[in-house]
Each structure stands twice: as C-alpha cells, then as structure tokens.
C-alpha cells in the first residue's frame, strides 16, 4: 500500500475562522482541522460528511421537532 507515510503533505483545501482542510496528494487523505482537533479522512469519508453537513443548510434538518426527536443519549 503507497497511502501509508509518516508525513502527509499539506496542501490547504479551504481554511475559514473555525476550520480547515488540507488534502495530501501523495495519499488523497484529507485532514479535517477543528480547534485542537485534527481528523484524518479518506475522501470518501470526507465527501459524505460534506453532503451530511451541507444538508443542513438544505434546510433537512433544521428547525423542526424530528431534529430534537433524533438526539440520543449515550
Ligand atoms: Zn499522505
């Protein structure tokens, strides 16, 4: 397997206030950066969060009583 290194490049996908994205094009990771937070996806990973976090602004599922019906406690 060639994704497997020990220094992923990082080339900056989008950078805002809050988060950024970087992609490694050796391997096509992405890199989801929050805070102190560092996530390390496959694009597909990454790609279906993006159509999850997009439907929100959609407006699927904002603003109604399913969104308070779904949370569960762990
Ligand atoms: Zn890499």
């Known amino acids: 397997m060639m994704n497997q290194h020990d220094t992923c490049k990082t080339l900056t996908v989008v950078q805002s206030e809050y988060c950024s994205v970087t992609r490694c094009p050796d391997c096509g990771m992405y ?14 990973v990454f790609t279906s969060i993006c159509a999850a976090l997009s439907s929100i602004h959609r407006g699927h599922y904002g603003h109604n009583e399913h969104l308070n019906m779904s949370v569960r406690s762990h």
């Open 31 to 44: 890199h989801l950066h929050v805070g102190p937070l560092s996530l390390r996806l496959r694009e597909e």
